[in-house]
């Protein structure tokens, strides 16, 4: 048997000159570190080349204040965001640019999220996919995760639940391509 003491936590009193670790000022709503508002890499942050210092993100969605509301949100980062209305679109779009994640309308003119879901598990860098619905419920969170996707968006958007979506997934997909090239090098050295 297990048993489980909580105790209360007192604030740590700073001395002079003393500063706060990246964790203890998690909560603060100062900016951590050298990351942006959205998590996102500000310029200059990636010394090695590797990973991109602007990060992309595809939007499939047919509806234009959908559009204008994700340019919004992105306009203040050092993020880019490429549009596309429908699944025809977005497929040209990821064959010409590096996109890590993919914030898709529930339903598209010449397809669903399913669809390019299944596409982008294809991909070599597999893209991670938030699914965007009016009807944001459940029974949809769990078959997108069941699937394969990322996260479900409710619409209209929320400025901070897309950051926090979209930040969170870009990190997943930024450390599982880290992790692939570490794996690669790790044979090729072995080789």
């Not at 959908?66 to 977005?90: G, Q």
């Not at 299944?118 to 991909?123: D, E, F, P, W």
């Not at 409710?154 to 901070?160: G, H, L």
């Amino acid at each position: 048997m297990f048993s489980l003491t909580l105790h209360p936590m007192r604030p740590k009193i700073m001395g002079k000159g003393e500063r706060r670790t990246r964790w203890e000022n998690a909560g603060a709503s100062k900016r951590l570190g050298r990351r942006s508002w959205m998590g996102a890499p500000d310029r200059g942050e990636f010394e090695e080349p590797g990973p991109e210092k602007v990060v992309t993100v595809l939007a499939v969605t047919e509806a234009e204040q959908d559009h204008a509301w994700l340019s919004d949100i992105f306009n203040h980062s050092n993020w880019k965001i490429l549009h596309a209305r429908t699944c025809r679109d977005a497929l040209a779009i990821l064959a010409r640019n590096r996109v890590a994640v993919v914030i898709c309308d529930s339903n598209l003119p010449d397809g669903n999220w399913q669809h390019l879901l299944n596409v982008l598990s294809q991909t070599p860098e597999q893209p991670l996919l938030v699914v965007a619905s009016l009807h944001a419920d459940d029974r949809l969170w769990a078959e997108v995760l069941n699937l394969g996707g990322y996260d479900v968006l409710a619409k209209p958007f929320d400025r901070t639940e897309v950051a926090r979506s979209v930040s969170t997934a870009w990190l997943q997909w930024k450390h599982r391509i880290c992790a692939v090239q570490s794996a690669g090098a790790a044979l090729r050295a072995s080789a």
